[in-house]
């Protein structure tokens, strides 16, 4: 019975020994998996940098691209001249100012022949509109020069508008398209300066839509004033 | 500097929303604003007579306006400046009304936006220039290409007023397609009988010494503008002298040379020698060189021996390039039919007896190659008649558009099958039925009452496939729009090809710089108001080289050009020009040519000598699209300059 009990000792001894032996074992291949992962790691780490710096290359080179109008030129036969006024918006957290009096400047620039009239039209429905758009007339949407734009922004304003007539509608044949195209490079070039897409709005409104009129106003006063000030730094 | 500020009330409309004495105050402190003046009602009689003494009283260097929109009474503040002597450039609004009083709810918001806007006004007029209209002296002649009934009507109605008119016509003949035709819808009128008159007016009428054409001609170039243009024109030689012909055909007869009839689709023969048709206008002969025996360097001259006219057979005729000085330019050039050997399945050209609506119009023609008989290709006349209408047109696969003016040819064709072959059966194959107006439906009627007629609605071309039977006999089977399938026997099918832009539009188009739209019509400067203007200033488009159209809509569109023509080109008065145009510095001016490839009215021409671009005043219509193109500052958009723009956007932000 006691030999018995002996041996069963023994045995669970025995048994204790390979369980210990076997946990041993596992330790060590815990250790090298995790050495391996370890490995595995690094080498993500080192690839992540690589693509990292790679993505920056890439953007510093678009980046050249982009600041260089001559280029742009030739491809399509447009052009954004060098602004004659260095304009660097500041940080986000400086220029996000919220309140509840805050009344934004914006300049609307709109064509004569669409939506010019559009506004008019707003006029003889009388139907209101916030105060804050300061309407400049010119002929054609395709009179805005980016520079006007970028006048605005240097001489005060929070916000411009562009408002032109429908493609297809233009009293000049395609002006409008000019505008349009303009319009895109403008956007690459302020938020360059760190001006916010919205800051800049492209519409076209013709002679008939008083009432998109007075929305896309109401629309860009609100966005602009959520935005709060534009701040620059000379 | 002297600025005079005038304060409209607009009755009520603007002092119930904006406080415009505290607006006085505001602004009269400003520098350079010598008085603020309030006026009741500016636009009214009184208004403006006192607006108008003021002005002379006080002689402000510049005006700025504040009242309704400047689409309202601007130009009438411009005659009242001119009244009293002072440039009407000189002058600013301010729109109070639209785009303040009546939009905007709160009074001291409004009061507060008007001080700005005014600011804005102020600081841009004091940089406004007073701007002189200039004038140039204009050439009142006038050119037509195409001597269809748009063209000899646009004509008639120039020389009945005097004017020198020019028509170039690239055929021997005047008429265009129309007096081809034996009879005209919508009431079976005789072609020739309605064009003949016409044409004999533009020949021999009280006016045609006011009228000069040139026939087997054709335009080489235009150089100028509106007002100022030289057209280039070739002149094939013709070799018979049409003053002298007197039409007797002794030259037709002597002629042994035959070849295939072209205006007869090659359905007969003519001569080399011969009338391009019996009763063509001018009535007289010509060569066709190409098949002349002489222009195969043998020495033939029966036709010369044969006249009856000395002089008249001319061989050693050249190829004439004429020159013209003209104001304006019409192009009546006229469409064609789209080619229907595209649409195998309806077996043109493989299948006898399948036949357009042109070549059907001639066999009808007392002058076409049957005489009038209304004869299948083996002389016989046909029992059961098929008409194909929308061949080509309501196509995504081909033309988009409806042609217009197909459905009333088959009613018509339907009218002369069902007179001229008793009890024929005809069945009309279609997509799509239009007959707008007074009188277009009654062919229609007339089809629907006859009880050998039967229509058949298709949805594709392509359901329709024609094919030839064993007897001998043309059958259409066809699907049918509800999905219905059946075969309809034929023994001569007409196909009405959608009318397409005329073969030369693509040449002239290069030639006038006039833009084509997306079918290949010339396009109009606007589709219901200007329709016969083309985008060029002094190039009208008329009749269907501009859209498919009848003849009413041909002619009434020339005739709307003579108007455009005689208003706008008028004898002993200069052309004006409006000086608020773009203008470029020449020592500024890098010669990139960016400014020539975005104007939109071709107004920029780029020197090759001086390398620089140079505006035309008369072409610009003041966009302002080349002054912001400009990478070099070099253009000035007069009354919109970059100083003006920025002042004001500085005044409206100060």
Request: hydrophobic fraction near 35%; proline fraction near 4%.
């Amino acid at each position: 019975m006691i030999a018995k009990k002996k041996n069963q000792d023994d045995s669970a001894s025995d048994r204790v020994d390979s369980i210990e032996t076997s946990i041993n074992n596992l330790e060590q291949k815990f250790e090298s998996i995790e050495n391996g992962y370890s490995t595995v790691l690094n080498v993500t780490k080192s690839l992540t940098d690589k693509i990292g710096a790679l993505k920056d290359v890439l953007a510093g080179k678009l980046r050249t691209e982009e600041t260089q109008p001559a280029e742009t030129v030739l491809s399509t036969k447009e052009i954004i001249r060098e602004p004659d006024v260095a304009l660097v918006a500041k940080s986000e957290a400086e220029t996000a100012v919220t309140t509840e009096s805050y009344e934004p400047k914006i300049v609307g620039f709109l064509c004569n022949w669409c939506s010019y009239a559009g506004a008019d039209k707003a006029g003889s429905a009388q139907n209101p509109y916030p105060t804050n758009v300061r309407i400049v007339k010119v002929m054609c949407s395709g009179r805005v020069d980016p520079e006007f734009i970028l006048k605005a922004f240097k001489e005060g304003a929070d916000g411009v508008m562009i408002l032109a007539c429908h493609p297809g509608d233009c009293h000049y044949k395609e002006g409008n398209y000019r505008a349009a195209q303009r319009y895109q490079m403008l956007k690459k070039l302020l938020d360059q300066y760190g001006i916010e897409e919205d800051r800049c709005y492209f519409d076209y409104v013709s002679a008939g839509e008083g009432e998109k009129f007075v929305k896309v106003i109401t629309e860009t006063v609100a966005k602009v004033k959520a935005l709060g000030p534009l701040k620059l730094l000379a | 500097m002297k600025i005079g500020v005038y304060l409209c009330e607009c009755g009520t409309n603007i002092t119930d929303k904006v406080d415009l004495d505290q607006v006085s105050q505001s602004i009269s402190p400003i520098e350079n604003v010598a008085y603020v003046t309030k006026i009741g009602l500016m636009c009214s009689f009184d208004g403006i007579n006192s607006f108008e003494a003021d002005l002379k009283a006080n002689k402000p260097d510049r005006v700025v306006i504040a009242a309704c929109s400047p689409r309202d009474h601007e130009a009438t503040f411009m005659k009242s400046m001119n009244n009293a002597g002072i440039n009407q450039y000189l002058m600013q609004m301010v729109n109070f009304r639209e785009q303040l009083s009546w939009v905007t709810e709160d009074k001291q918001a409004a009061t507060d936006k008007a001080v700005v806007m005014l600011k804005g006004a102020i600081a841009r007029v004091a940089y406004q220039e007073a701007l002189e209209k200039k004038s140039i002296s204009l050439c009142t002649d006038v050119l037509i290409i195409g001597a269809g009934p748009a063209g000899l009507k646009a004509a008639l109605t120039i020389a009945e007023a005097g004017r020198k008119v020019t028509i170039v016509e690239k055929s021997p003949m005047i008429g265009g397609l129309p007096v081809r035709y034996e009879e005209l819808f919508p009431k079976m009128e005789c072609g020739p009988c309605m064009l003949e008159p016409i044409e004999h007016e533009i020949l021999h009428g009280d006016h045609s010494e006011n009228i000069e054409i040139i026939t087997q001609a054709e335009l080489l170039g235009v150089k100028g503008f509106y007002g100022n243009f030289i057209a280039q024109i070739k002149k094939s030689p013709r070799f018979v002298d049409v003053n002298k012909c007197i039409g007797c055909a002794e030259c037709v007869a002597a002629c042994p040379v035959s070849i295939k009839n072209e205006m007869n689709s090659n359905m007969n023969e003519k001569k080399a020698m011969d009338f391009t048709f019996f009763g063509a206008l001018p009535n007289a002969t010509y060569i066709d060189y190409d098949a002349c025996l002489r222009s195969k360097g043998e020495s033939c001259d029966a036709c010369q021996k044969a006249c009856p006219i000395e002089g008249t057979v001319i061989f050693d005729d050249k190829e004439e390039i004429v020159e013209k000085n003209i104001g304006a330019v019409i192009l009546a050039t006229g469409a064609q039919l789209f080619d229907v050997s595209a649409l195998p399945n309806l077996g043109y050209g493989k299948l006898k007896d399948v036949v357009t609506s042109y070549e059907f119009e001639r066999i009808l023609s007392s002058g076409g190659p049957t005489g009038g008989q209304l004869l299948k290709s083996n002389g016989e006349a046909p029992k059961s008649i098929a008409i194909i209408h929308c061949v080509g047109s309501l196509d995504e696969d081909h033309k988009s558009y409806c042609s217009g003016t197909c459905c009333q040819t088959g009613f018509k064709f339907g009218h002369e099958l069902q007179h001229k072959v008793e009890g024929a059966s005809i069945t009309h194959f279609y997509k799509q039925f239009v007959f707008p107006g007074k009188s277009d439906y009654g062919l229609y009627n007339e089809s629907k009452n006859n009880k050998h007629a039967k229509f058949i609605n298709y949805q594709s071309i392509k359901d329709l496939n024609c094919t030839e039977s064993e007897d001998g006999m043309n059958s259409i089977a066809y699907k049918g729009s509800t999905g219905k399938t059946g075969k309809v026997d034929a023994d001569l099918i007409i196909l009405l090809p959608a009318t397409i832009p005329g073969a030369d539009s693509q040449a002239l188009s290069g030639i006038l710089e006039v833009t084509l739209d997306k079918e290949g019509f010339f396009e109009e400067l606007h589709g219901l108001v200007d329709s016969a203007q083309s985008k060029v200033k002094g190039v009208y488009i008329v009749g269907s080289c501009q859209s498919p159209t009848d003849i009413k809509g041909a002619v009434n569109q020339g005739v709307a050009a003579a108007g455009y023509i005689l208003s706008g080109l008028v004898p002993g008065r200069e052309l004006e020009i409006d000086p608020a145009v773009a203008e470029v510095i020449e020592e500024k001016c890098a010669g990139c040519r960016i400014c020539t490839l975005v104007c939109p009215y071709k107004a920029i021409q780029f020197d090759e000598e001086s390398k620089k671009s140079t505006i035309n005043a008369v072409l610009c219509q003041g966009c302002g699209t080349c002054v912001s193109a400009c990478p070099t500052n070099a253009i000035i958009g007069h009354h919109f300059t970059k100083e003006e723009v920025f002042e004001e956007i500085m005044g409206v932000l100060s």
